[in-house]
């Protein structure tokens, strides 16, 4: 496309967005969710790890912003959300727990 047909404040926001997502979201995947080291080396191991990774991540965000009712998300953080589900999948039970019989 040529670049008369695009506004340079377009290019620039573009240039912007990519950068936020580029910080926010390898920034979390890094510091949050501990994927700073990759214990294997062939490179198909280390994609298969990342594109998993980038999918948790996809999924737990869509879940956190779409399925959560807004009072629970404006009374917990996305960490409270994340740290209920490890200990759930740690203890090998499910959340939220069924409704009593």
Same mark, same amino acid.
Request: charged share 20%; proline share 8%.
């Given at each position: 496309m040529?670049?008369? !047909?695009?506004?340079?404040?377009?290019?620039?926001?573009?240039?912007?967005? =990519?950068?936020?997502?580029?910080?926010?979201?390898f920034?979390? !995947?890094?510091?949050r969710?501990?994927?700073g080291?990759c214990?294997?080396?062939?490179?198909n191991s280390?994609?298969?790890?990342? !594109?998993v990774?980038?999918?948790?991540?996809?999924?737990?965000?869509?879940?956190?912003? =779409?399925?959560?009712?807004?009072?629970?998300?404006?009374?917990?953080?996305g960490?409270?959300?994340a740290? !209920?589900?490890?200990?759930?999948?740690r203890?090998?039970r499910?959340?939220?727990p069924?409704?009593?019989?």
């Amino acid at each position: 496309m040529p670049s008369s !047909l695009v506004e340079a404040r377009t290019i620039f926001d573009f240039g912007h967005q =990519r950068w936020k997502i580029e910080n926010e979201g390898f920034n979390e !995947l890094v510091s949050r969710w501990h994927s700073g080291h990759c214990f294997h080396h062939h490179p198909n191991s280390i994609l298969v790890l990342w !594109l998993v990774m980038f999918m948790a991540h996809a999924v737990f965000h869509c879940f956190h912003k =779409r399925n959560l009712k807004p009072e629970l998300r404006r009374a917990h953080t996305g960490i409270y959300f994340a740290r !209920l589900i490890a200990a759930c999948m740690r203890e090998n039970r499910w959340w939220p727990p069924p409704p009593p019989s």
